[in-house]
């Protein structure tokens, strides 16, 4: 469990010398005094570690949009800034001898999940069962497209010596989320849009993905839809506010519930596994 006062005590501090968050470590980048520099890690539980986000990450978007462009200039400092979440990630992946990192970003094609993106091995699409998810699928096929060519075109100009993001993401497959359920089926609207969901992923992202490298594409033999996970409610409330996961929340939902929120996340987990193995 990490405790709020811990948390907000990391958030007052995130501009000072002393600070320990993301925007901590990439701020000497922004201020163009120097690399990104490492930050402690918060052990949430044994073996699971977590790198503080920040508010003021928004200042680093900002000037995202400008390292992007001295990257085609071949300028040191749009490749140090590109890469600087990279070399972060990867100084706490060496010392604590990490297997997975999850980014967890928020659902927008802004200029911080393109670096991110960009610097995964592989990418799952969480998807609403609704209308706003089947548009932004389209809009993310388009945009992942344009920043994997535009990459290998940088790649392509970069000095030999410099150090790059992969650039080469593999789509894993999609999660539908956040679905009701009555009598313990799935509300009719996810046996509706489930299958418009795979018809908008295939022609949008997977077609995209296909002409550039067919190693991005979802494993051989696995289905498109990794597994669900539907609206668990007050569970998941109490969970943000507990610091804790679903399935171990003390103020909220039953035994059963919690059984079954354990049971998905665990078959999710055993999923990407397989998948990433």
């Not at 995964?120 to 994997?148: K, M, N, Q, V």
């Not at 943000?240 to 929340?249: L, N, T």
Request: charged share 25%; proline share 6%.
């Amino acid at each position: 469990m990490v405790d709020e006062l811990v948390v907000n005590n990391l958030l007052d501090k995130s501009d000072s010398p002393a600070g320990s968050t993301l925007w901590s470590a990439v701020k000497p980048v922004v201020d163009a005094v120097g690399e990104a520099r490492s930050i402690p890690a918060v052990e949430v539980r044994p073996n699971l570690f977590l790198l503080p986000g920040d508010v003021r990450l928004a200042e680093f978007e900002q000037e995202l949009n400008t390292f992007w462009g001295e990257c085609f200039q071949r300028k040191t400092r749009g490749f140090r800034g590109a890469g600087a979440l990279s070399a972060i990630v990867t100084t706490a992946v060496r010392r604590f001898k990490i297997d997975y990192v999850f980014y967890d970003s928020g659902p927008n094609i802004g200029a911080l999940n393109r670096v991110i993106l960009l610097d995964c091995d592989h990418f799952i699409i969480p998807a609403a069962c609704d209308l706003f998810s089947l548009r932004a699928i389209s809009t993310l096929g388009h945009t992942l497209e344009t920043w994997i060519k535009d990459w290998a075109t940088i790649a392509d100009l970069a000095p030999e010596d410099q150090l790059l993001l992969a650039g080469m993401p593999q789509l894993l497959g999609f999660i539908p989320q956040r679905f009701r359920v009555y009598r313990g089926l799935p509300a009719a609207q996810y046996a509706r849009f489930l299958p418009l969901l795979e018809k908008r992923i295939n022609s949008e992202v997977i077609a995209r993905l296909r002409k550039i490298d067919l190693g991005l594409l979802p494993p051989t033999g696995e289905a498109l839809k990794i597994g669900e996970v539907k609206d668990f409610g007050s569970l998941s409330t109490a969970s943000q506010d507990e610091g804790v996961p679903i399935a171990y929340v003390d103020h909220a939902g039953t035994p059963d519930q919690k059984s079954e929120a354990k049971a998905v996340f665990t078959i999710l987990a055993q999923a990407i596994m397989k998948r990433t193995e």
